[in-house]
């Protein structure tokens, strides 16, 4: 079975700090997503990645930055916390080109005071 | 862009009772799946069902592609099986999904 696992469940940051959320996966994937979601908005797409050091902006990048120095582990910074990030973070992997098959971790709910 | 709707937006059933999940796109695709939202908010892949029927224990789909639609079954429902139920289908780009709004499925004792 993939295994796509996430640094924290819970998360409480305070406003200006910076947070890095990890994000790795065991099964070879070529491609990692972030996304995050909102109550009444869905599941947003942040950034994606297809490849090492590779990296494609989602829907709203903005506040955002990511890494992807090796294959298993993609991370999403926030370079400045602010209270509208308080949300629940998704990381996702899948096989190959194309959206087919997105597995899921656990996810981290971020507060930020 | 496609556009995703999910039906009904919530569904409270008893358990033991048998539901039928829509999920409507607006311009043909080459592929769709269905995910479940525990409670806890973990995301689980159901199917990848580009078209025809899959089954999986109490749970099947099936996809029209020339119909542009996507029925999710659950059979004899648990209170396992309560949380929300997404469809997405790919999007502009071949990497991204476009999701539905979810169906909300609470199953009671």
């Known amino acids: 079975d993939v295994k796509v696992t996430q640094s924290s469940r819970y998360l409480v940051k305070r406003t200006g700090e910076k947070v890095f959320l990890e994000c790795v996966q065991d099964?070879?994937?070529?491609?990692m997503f972030w996304y995050r979601q909102d109550p009444g908005l869905g599941l947003r797409l942040i950034y994606f990645?297809?490849?090492?050091?590779?990296?494609e902006k989602g829907d709203i990048p903005e506040g955002y930055s990511v890494s992807r120095e090796k294959k298993e582990r993609f991370s999403l910074i926030l370079e400045s916390a602010s209270t509208n990030q308080t949300s629940m973070y998704l990381c996702?992997?899948?096989?190959?080109?194309?959206?087919?098959?997105?597995?899921f971790g656990p996810g981290t709910r971020l507060t930020v005071l | 862009g496609i556009q995703v709707e999910q039906s009904p937006p919530d569904l409270i059933l008893q358990e033991g009772a048998n539901s039928t999940l829509r999920c409507n796109f607006s311009?043909?695709?080459?592929?769709l799946q269905w995910f479940h939202q525990n409670p806890w908010g973990q995301l689980i892949n159901l199917f990848y069902?580009?078209?025809?029927?899959k089954q999986n224990g109490r749970l099947s789909a099936t996809t029209v592609a020339t119909e542009r639609y996507s029925l999710l079954y659950i059979s004899s429902s648990q209170t396992t099986d309560s949380g929300v139920y997404f469809c997405?289908?790919?999007?502009?780009?071949?990497?991204?999904?476009?999701w539905g709004a979810g169906t909300k499925l609470i199953i009671k004792p």
């Open positions: 997405a289908v790919p999007g502009d780009s071949n990497y991204q999904l476009i």
């Open positions: 311009d043909s695709v080459n592929n």
């Open positions: 069902i580009p078209s025809g029927t």
């Open positions: 099964m070879d994937h070529e491609n």
């Open positions: 990645s297809y490849d090492v050091k590779m990296k």
């Open positions: 996702a992997s899948s096989l190959g080109t194309g959206a087919r098959g997105q597995f």
